[in-house]
């Protein structure tokens, strides 16, 4: 919650199997704190968890993607528009992403982001050919690429950028063995995204391996159960697959989450 300048989190940890309330904490900082102390709660959150993660997992759960507490916020701000994928908020999010970048041109997440809405902007928004798209398809791939690149540069291991990367590749350039192998890669820097399943398994769905499609794909859901795209997808795997009342569901979810 904000408060003028200032930030209230209040965090709950419950156990789901018996509603058991584990932990509770609250953290009353300045919204120039915002970085910091998202990283605070982090690892307070792994120690009351008392989890085993490796080196590599501990380090994902507590990375500082960037020190400017404003451009973290636009960059949040670009994602909730991304994910909703209507062609206006997708103008919103490239602005939000623009902005980010302008503060921390060196914000490898905000690059990712940005090329992420070029990429949905040639598509034409959450349901693909079925829309015309907003922006010539030679524009977008002109801007696209540079985007994805420097998102990869500047974070080499971060998922999120080798799936922007794979999205363009699959969409913009159509080297669906070197998409996948950036969607692969961005699977194995981070097994528990939700993003990564998504894109996957659009991916598997072309290519008309609907178990695999509907594996990621229902992770993906799952991870992010707000997604427009992935309901929308989940549904086309479901009615291939011929379970009419699943898809309709999903469709309907998608539609839904786009008007919202």
């Given at each position: 919650?904000?408060?003028?300048?200032?930030?209230?989190?209040?965090?709950?940890?419950?156990?789901?199997?018996?509603?058991?309330?584990?932990?509770?904490?609250?953290?009353?900082?300045?919204?120039?704190?915002?970085?910091?102390?998202?990283?605070?709660?982090?690892?307070?959150?792994?120690?009351?968890?008392?989890?085993?993660?490796?080196?590599?997992?501990?380090?994902?759960?507590?990375?500082?993607?960037?020190?400017?507490?404003?451009?973290?916020?636009?960059?949040?701000?670009?994602?909730?528009?991304?994910?909703?994928?209507?062609?206006?908020?997708?103008?919103?999010?490239?602005?939000?992403?623009?902005?980010?970048?302008?503060?921390?041109?060196?914000?490898?997440?905000?690059?990712?982001?940005?090329?992420?809405?070029?990429?949905?902007?040639?598509?034409?928004g959450?349901?693909?050919?079925?829309?015309?798209?907003?922006?010539?398809?030679?524009?977008?791939?002109?801007?696209?690429?540079?985007?994805?690149r420097?998102?990869?540069?500047?974070?080499p291991n971060?998922a999120?950028?080798?799936?922007?990367?794979?999205?363009?590749?699959?969409?913009?350039?159509?080297?669906?063995?070197?998409?996948?192998?950036?969607?692969?890669?961005?699977?194995?820097?981070?097994?528990?995204?939700?993003?990564?399943?998504?894109e996957?398994?659009?991916?598997?769905?072309?290519?008309?391996?609907?178990?695999?499609?509907?594996?990621?794909?229902?992770?993906?859901?799952?991870?992010?159960?707000?997604?427009?795209?992935?309901?929308?997808?989940?549904?086309?795997?479901?009615?291939?697959?011929?379970?009419?009342?699943?898809?309709?569901?999903?469709?309907?979810?998608?539609?839904?989450?786009?008007?919202?």
């Amino acid at each position: 919650m904000q408060r003028g300048d200032g930030l209230v989190v209040s965090v709950e940890m419950v156990n789901v199997n018996d509603n058991s309330r584990l932990w509770g904490g609250r953290y009353d900082r300045k919204l120039s704190d915002l970085v910091a102390v998202q990283n605070e709660i982090s690892r307070e959150v792994l120690n009351k968890l008392r989890l085993r993660l490796t080196g590599e997992e501990e380090k994902r759960a507590t990375n500082r993607y960037t020190e400017n507490t404003e451009a973290y916020q636009l960059y949040l701000r670009g994602r909730y528009h991304w994910n909703r994928r209507a062609l206006d908020d997708l103008w919103k999010g490239l602005e939000s992403f623009q902005r980010a970048i302008e503060l921390d041109p060196n914000f490898a997440l905000a690059w990712s982001g940005l090329a992420d809405s070029y990429a949905a902007m040639a598509l034409g928004g959450p349901f693909g050919p079925f829309f015309r798209p907003p922006v010539p398809l030679a524009e977008v791939r002109s801007k696209w690429g540079p985007a994805a690149r420097r998102a990869v540069e500047l974070g080499p291991n971060l998922a999120e950028t080798h799936t922007s990367l794979g999205l363009g590749l699959e969409w913009l350039e159509w080297d669906l063995p070197a998409a996948e192998r950036e969607y692969l890669e961005a699977e194995r820097l981070n097994p528990k995204s939700g993003q990564v399943p998504l894109e996957l398994g659009k991916l598997l769905l072309a290519r008309g391996d609907l178990a695999g499609a509907r594996a990621r794909l229902e992770k993906a859901v799952a991870v992010m159960p707000d997604a427009s795209t992935a309901h929308y997808q989940l549904g086309l795997v479901y009615r291939r697959l011929g379970l009419t009342a699943k898809a309709e569901e999903h469709l309907e979810r998608s539609r839904a989450a786009v008007a919202r």
